[in-house]
């Protein structure tokens, strides 16, 4: 099943989920624990609703929230270096963000 034959109904809570885990943890930069907080929370309920009750295949499930990952872990790299942390901080972050995007190449590539 492609993304082309799923219903309005799967179509428009992937896009809730798109909306609802992007504008949220943007509040990162005006409250880290915050944004942290919704980040979580928003990754963590939302594949009940897309995979069990709303019948969306996993991988496009899976697809989704690779990419909204990625965006979170992009929100922390530049929350890092905006806001001048210290240096052992900045540096696992920044290598943990590294480790992130090699997985998330690695998947891209094998759908692993």
Request: glycine share 2%.
């Amino acid at each position: 099943m492609t993304s082309s034959r799923l219903n309005h109904s799967q179509k428009s809570a992937l896009t809730l989920n798109i909306i609802t885990r992007t504008l949220l943890p943007l509040s990162i930069f005006f409250n880290p624990l915050l944004g942290s907080f919704f980040a979580l929370i928003t990754d963590l309920v939302d594949h009940e609703p897309l995979v069990r009750w709303q019948k969306i295949p996993r991988y496009i499930y899976q697809l989704q929230d690779k990419y909204l990952d990625l965006f979170w872990y992009v929100l922390i790299v530049v929350y890092t270096y905006f806001n001048r942390l210290p240096d052992s901080i900045s540096t696992i972050i920044y290598l943990t963000f590294l480790y992130r995007l090699i997985g998330q190449i690695i998947f891209s590539i094998t759908k692993k």
